[in-house]
């Protein structure tokens, strides 16, 4: 109990190590989330109107990040943990390369929260480590999906 109240208070941000890995595929299990048409619009509105008020370009919606986002809610979810880390021991720049895209540089948050959209974007928002993963200057593309509580967003750039 400790922890899970400790995982929900402390906000976690993680940058995509950009080394060699071995690649475990993820179950190919669909457990629910949001489809992406819904997490498309709302989301990229919130996120882009945040990067267009820093002065930064908004960040277009990628369907490969989209898949690798909703991947780790569900593993999230199966595990009821928040976590960076998957179930099968995979860093977030493990889980952008094995779905096939070329990462340059990328980031991803996530959150705990049955609150909705607007209040993970509020705690992303509210912590220093995530506002940067959002208002990186260097990404082009973003992910964002849910599983239960579970929310993963993923911003990142090819080379």
């Not at 890995?21 to 629910?32: A, H, I, K, N």
């Not at 919606?61 to 999230?76: E, I, N, R």
Request: hydrophobic share 40%; charged share 20%.
């Amino acid at each position: 109990m400790r922890r899970a109240l400790t995982a929900r208070l402390l906000p976690l941000a993680f940058c995509a190590a950009l080394s060699a890995c071995v690649v475990v595929p993820l179950p190919q299990t669909d457990t629910g989330g949001e489809p992406a048409q819904f997490l498309e619009n709302p989301s990229g509105a919130q996120l882009n109107a945040l990067r267009q008020s820093k002065g930064l370009a908004a960040l277009s919606y990628s369907p490969v990040l989209q898949k690798v986002a909703q991947g780790h809610a569900d593993d999230m979810a199966r595990m009821h943990e928040m976590t960076h880390i998957g179930s099968d021991g995979s860093t977030i720049g493990e889980r952008i390369k094995r779905r096939g895209y070329n990462l340059r540089r990328g980031a991803e948050n996530i959150a705990e929260t049955g609150r909705g959209l607007g209040r993970a974007m509020e705690i992303w928002t509210n912590s220093p480590p995530h506002l940067s993963n959002m208002l990186m200057e260097d990404v082009k593309e973003y992910g964002l999906a849910r599983n239960g509580d579970y929310w993963v967003m993923v911003v990142a750039r090819v080379k």
